[in-house]
């Protein structure tokens, strides 16, 4: 499936949402790896089968073999880190001075430059709903030499996915309770 598969299943409810993905496909604060990581990690974050699929293959081709697997390791850790961190912050307490004993090796050596794999950690943070991560990896990508309109760039194409996402998964239920009633 291909980036303009999806854009042609969602719903004319929904127009907005084909018409951002895409203009974001070609979002120019970004460079290539940087947006076409977002898009995968993103992707990968918002759990849709059909738009992770179409949007690997149409973006996953832009990225180097380990730019592609940084983006998946970025959605991987952060899955992990978004519920763990988000439970600490929230309960407070003792929880956030307690060590984490969780590995996350892949985020001392990702296998790209650390600014673009901090970026999508970001992404998927915002989709997950991580306040603490946000904050700790938005100030790692502003001293990483990015600006607020690549930060910006790299939320909205994660808002956008995330929502196409909840957008195809709604018409996929839909369509079920459809062909059951019939």
Request: proline share 3%; hydrophobic share 50%; aromatic share 4%.
């Amino acid at each position: 499936m291909s980036l303009e598969a999806i854009r042609n299943r969602l719903p004319d409810y929904a127009k907005d949402l084909k018409l951002n993905i895409g203009s974001l496909a070609t979002e120019p604060a970004l460079t290539q790896q940087q947006r076409a990581g977002t898009f995968v990690a993103s992707a990968i974050a918002s759990r849709n089968a059909d738009l992770t699929a179409a949007l690997v293959a149409e973006f996953g081709a832009q990225l180097s073999p380990e730019a592609l697997a940084a983006a998946k390791a970025a959605a991987a850790i952060m899955g992990m880190n978004n519920v763990y961190y988000r439970f600490t912050h929230l309960v407070g307490g003792d929880y956030p001075s307690m060590p984490a004993k969780l590995r996350m090796n892949v985020m001392a050596k990702p296998g790209v430059e650390k600014v673009d794999f901090e970026l999508w950690s970001l992404a998927v943070s915002a989709i997950n709903g991580c306040g603490m991560c946000m904050e700790s990896h938005e100030k790692v990508v502003l001293h990483g030499g990015l600006g607020k309109e690549q930060v910006q760039a790299a939320v909205r194409i994660a808002a956008v996915v995330h929502a196409v996402a909840g957008v195809l998964d709604a018409e996929d239920a839909l369509a079920t309770t459809l062909r059951a009633a019939a």
